[in-house]
């Protein structure tokens, strides 16, 4: 079963919803720097789930570990529009999701 990291700029809303509808997820400690947030993720074995797109920088151009980051880049960034993007992407992808980058849109769903 897939297990994620909501950053803390997604809202404890969300984190709700997601668990409501049986995803496993956790929120990051408030205050957190980046790199510590990847960190994190990584070594609970868990997908981050950011709407920051400092996390690309960190992936793909300074090659920092990671078991999978789940980057929303929505126009309509309201609770409803992230939680289903993300049920959707899970629902869909599944396993697909881990140790990947993966941009989602409201329409597309990007796996690197």
Known sequence: MLAFLLDENIGGKVYRNLKEHGIDV???PRGST????LELASKRNRILITLDRDFGRLVHYELKAHVGVVYLR?????VDSITE???SAVEIHG???ANHFVVIT?????IK
Request: aromatic share 0%; no cysteine; glycine share 0%.
């Open 26 to 28: 956790v929120e990051v």
């Open 34 to 37: 980046d790199e510590e947030v």
């Open 74 to 78: 929505l126009k309509q960034e309201s």
């Open 85 to 87: 993007v993300i049920r």
């Open 95 to 97: 396993a697909k999701l």
């Open 106 to 110: 409201e329409t597309t769903i990007r």
